[in-house]
T-cell receptor, first 111, second 116 residues
Framework: SQELEQSPQSLIVQEGKNLTINCTSS?????LYWYKQKYGEGLIFLMM?????EEKSHEKITAKLDEKKQQSSLHITASQPSHAGIYLC???????????FGSGTKLNVKP | DAGVIQSPRHEVTEMGQEVTLRCKPI?????LFWYRQTMMRGLELLIY????????DSGMPEDRFSAKMPNASFSTLKIQPSEPRDSAVYFC??????????????FGPGTRLTVL
């Protein structure tokens, strides 16, 4: 989607390393969502951020939303092979009737 | 709760045939979304229902695609006639949308459609 840009498009890291995935919007976000998808499967909800400056953590994954509510990052600490998959950000933007997803970041964690 | 249920999980059909995909949302959810995912275009929103009413279908590719939600527990996405370029994974998602920015969508496992 041109509305949400994710970077990098793909990432290969060694097990135990930290990594960060970014999601950027040109418009103010009313809600930012992070999902994980394994090949051939549906999307699994990870976290939702609503307020500028908000930060949430679940196990070794931390997501942040900047104060302007236009950029979010997903940080994985001490990555494991189980973290491998495609991470997508989704957002409810200025148009109430639209929901956009980024193009995704493919993560591969080498044991 | 069983989560969002989609059927069939896989569908192989020939060009020109009618295809119907089915979705049962999570009980109590008031919004339902149909998405299409391809390698080239990523995840695209096709149509969105709120309280069984289609709110925005601007993502529907063309008139060959139609979606219905006759009640709160069932929705269909129909393609007639199907074409090879319709081959993709189609996802259904549901949510309890109370206000903007509170829309956590829960996805079904998807239907992998192949049109020969």
């Amino acid at each position: 989607s041109q509305e949400l840009e994710q970077s990098p498009q793909s990432l290969i890291v060694q097990e135990g390393k930290n990594l960060t995935i970014n999601c950027t919007s040109s418009k103010t976000l009313y809600g930012l969502y992070w999902y994980k998808q394994k090949y051939g499967e549906g999307l699994i909800f990870l976290m939702m951020l609503q307020k500028g400056g908000e930060e949430k953590s679940h196990e070794k994954i931390t997501a942040k939303l900047d104060e302007k509510k236009q950029q979010s990052s997903l940080h994985i600490t001490a990555s494991q092979p189980s973290h491998a998959g495609i991470y997508l950000c989704g957002a409810d933007q200025y148009n109430f009737n639209k929901f956009y997803f980024g193009s995704g970041t493919k993560l591969n964690v080498k044991p | 709760d069983a989560g969002v249920i989609q059927s069939p999980r896989h569908e192989v059909t020939e060009m020109g045939q009618e295809v119907t995909l089915r979705c049962k949302p999570i009980s109590g959810h008031n919004s339902l979304f149909w998405y299409r995912q391809t390698m080239m275009r990523g995840l695209e929103l096709l149509i969105y229902f709120n309280n069984n009413v289609p709110i925005d279908d601007s993502g529907m590719p063309e008139d060959r695609f139609s979606a219905k939600m006759p009640n709160a527990s069932f929705s269909t996405l129909k393609i007639q006639p199907s074409e090879p370029r319709d081959s993709a994974v189609y996802f259904c998602a549901s949510s309890l949308r109370l206000a903007r920015g509170t829309d956590t969508q829960y996805f079904g496992p998807g239907t992998r459609l192949t049109v020969l």
